[in-house]
């Protein structure tokens, strides 16, 4: 008696790619993802701590713009998170994962702190200022070349090998610091021409920030045209999608990613030379402050739009405020904020899946296939 041969079970769901979502759907997504996050939020807080959950987003809220000092500050961080957020942008759309951001500024940066440190007080504003900037640009460029030429010419990995660049340029930082510290062996250069203010960004309208602010806002409508509406921008995108098709059609991929490395680092760079001279006016290991890793998640969220990337900074830095915020008033640890910030950060990152794939069960399948 033959056996009876089981057929293969369908499986219970299929993840689908969508074509197309209008936009009305893809923003009702996004809603209903960050209402979720709050709930979640407030049950984990009520849970852990006993606290009003919202008495918690209040504080939350102060913290981010609870005062016109606070929200100065909230849009400083955000235009120096944006800043090396495209940096990476180009980069990323050709999928030459670009790891090395964090030493790429923090390169730029070291440049500009050694113009103010040696020729602060030699040299007039108006070739100081120019100095900085040509040298922050080409530290940048120079520190993301290196990789995109062995990526280039020998088809190393990129991400490796940006992800060790980094460490290079925080122990070159470091042996500077130590160098030029202040007192000698302190390990800090303190502030750099405290008295003179020499190669420091002038205030506008009596604000510190303002001058970073309206750079990057520029820096940003630049990308957006290039990559939206230049040749450049198209070979990027045709490069990332498949480099055989980019060289089937005639495009010199080597080229490409050489060309867009060194946008990536000239960014950096100019990102560097902000924090130095317009923000901190100093130099430690810590002054980029990981936002070069911040930059990639904030890259893919904004779908590697520059105006969906401004958004996006905004909404990472007032949620960063508004946890420590939270652990100064209600005397809680960081660990505590970090979960409420990783919490609505996942449901953003979630939306953006159900934004991009559908989820078909298989009863639905068979319901469409009897329907036609």
Same mark, same amino acid.
């Given at each position: ?62 913290? $981010? ?25 180009? !980069? ?20 500009? #702190? ?18 900085? +900037? ?37 122990? +070159? ?7 030029? =510290? ?6 800090? @250069? ?39 509406? =230049? ?25 490409? @990613? ?5 946008? =990536?680092? #000239? ?55 508004? !946890? +420590? ?17 990783? +919490? ?6 979630? =939306? ?18 009897? $329907?036609?």
């Amino acid at each position: 008696m033959m056996s009876k041969i089981k057929e293969p079970r369908e499986p219970l769901f299929h993840i689908i790619k969508r074509n197309s979502i209008p936009i009305w759907k893809s923003s009702l997504i996004r809603g209903l993802s960050a209402i979720f996050a709050l709930i979640i939020c407030a049950l984990v807080t009520f849970l852990l701590t006993g606290l009003n959950p919202l008495e918690v987003y209040s504080t939350m809220l102060e913290g $981010a713009l609870g005062s016109q000092r606070r929200i100065w500050a909230l849009l400083q961080d955000m235009v120096m998170l944006l800043c090396i957020s495209l940096a990476v942008t180009p !980069a990323f759309k050709m999928k030459f994962w670009n790891i090395g951001a964090e030493g790429q500024a923090l390169m730029g940066g070291l440049a500009t #702190a050694s113009c103010m440190i040696l020729f602060g007080d030699k040299m007039p504003a108006y070739l100081l200022f120019p100095l900085m +900037i040509v040298t922050s640009i080409a530290a940048g460029i120079l520190w993301a070349l290196i990789p995109a030429f062995f990526k280039a010419y020998w088809n190393t990995n990129e991400t490796l090998f940006t992800l060790m660049m980094n460490y290079v340029a925080i122990q +070159i930082v470091t042996y500077f610091c130590y160098k030029w =510290s202040n007192p000698k062996g302190s390990g800090q @250069i303190g502030v750099i021409n405290a008295s003179s203010n020499a190669g420091w960004f002038p205030k506008l309208g009596g604000q510190a920030y303002l001058l970073n602010i309206i750079i990057v806002l520029i820096l940003a409508a630049i990308m957006y045209v290039y990559l939206k509406y =230049s040749k450049h921008g198209y070979e990027i995108s045709v490069v990332g999608e498949s480099q055989k098709t980019a060289r089937y059609i005639g495009i010199n991929v080597k080229k490409v @990613i050489i060309r867009t490395m060194i946008l =990536s680092g #000239a960014l950096c760079g100019i990102t560097g030379l902000l924090l130095v001279s317009g923000t901190d006016h100093t130099i430690t290991r810590d002054t980029v402050e990981g936002r070069g890793f911040t930059a990639i998640m904030v890259a893919w969220l904004g779908q590697f739009n520059p105006i969906y990337m401004l958004l996006t900074s905004l909404l990472i830095v007032a949620l960063q405020k508004g !946890a +420590i915020q939270i652990s100064t008033n209600f005397g809680l640890n960081d660990s505590f904020s970090e979960i409420i910030t990783g +919490i609505i950060i996942f449901f953003i990152i979630g =939306s953006e899946f159900f934004i991009n794939y559908q989820v078909k069960f298989r009863n639905s399948e068979n319901k469409e296939v009897k $329907a036609k």
